[in-house]
């Protein structure tokens, strides 16, 4: 396993940016695969974006497809989720999790290991 800690979350308008960074520690970075997941209050933990472990193969939730950016720089062993045209329905606390494999999955019980969450709240 990995140890992850994001950054990144706070307040924002609606409409505007933010970046979320996921760092990892422990192991071989590149060797795993990364998604980022959401939780706002009373709901289910959902996928919001995957990238494989080589940056090539990245996936999207339909909900922030064209909005939502997810990278990775494995010589800095961190993932980021880059945020743009903010809505307050994406208003909830950010996970970023690792799973050993050559893509990301969407189901959050395929990850074996995750951060702590940031929370990224957007007002109308």
């Known amino acids: 396993q990995v140890q992850l800690a994001e950054s990144g979350g706070r307040l924002v308008q609606a409409g505007g940016s933010l970046r979320l960074s996921c760092v990892a520690s422990?192991?071989?970075?590149?060797?795993?695969?990364m998604g980022w997941f959401r939780q706002a209050p009373g709901k289910d933990r959902e996928f919001v974006a995957g990238i494989g472990w080589s940056g090539d193969n990245t996936n999207y939730a339909d909900s922030v497809k064209g909005r939502f950016t997810i990278s990775r720089d494995n010589a800095k062993n961190t993932a980021y989720l880059q945020m743009n045209s903010l809505k307050p329905d994406d208003t909830a606390v950010y996970y970023c999790?690792?799973?050993?494999?050559?893509?990301?999955?969407?189901?959050?019980?395929?990850?074996?290991?995750w951060g702590q969450g940031t929370q990224v709240t957007v007002s109308s």
């Open positions: 422990g192991r071989t970075f590149s060797s795993y695969s």
């Open positions: 999790a690792a799973v050993n494999d050559i893509v990301a999955p969407i189901s959050s019980y395929d990850y074996d290991s």
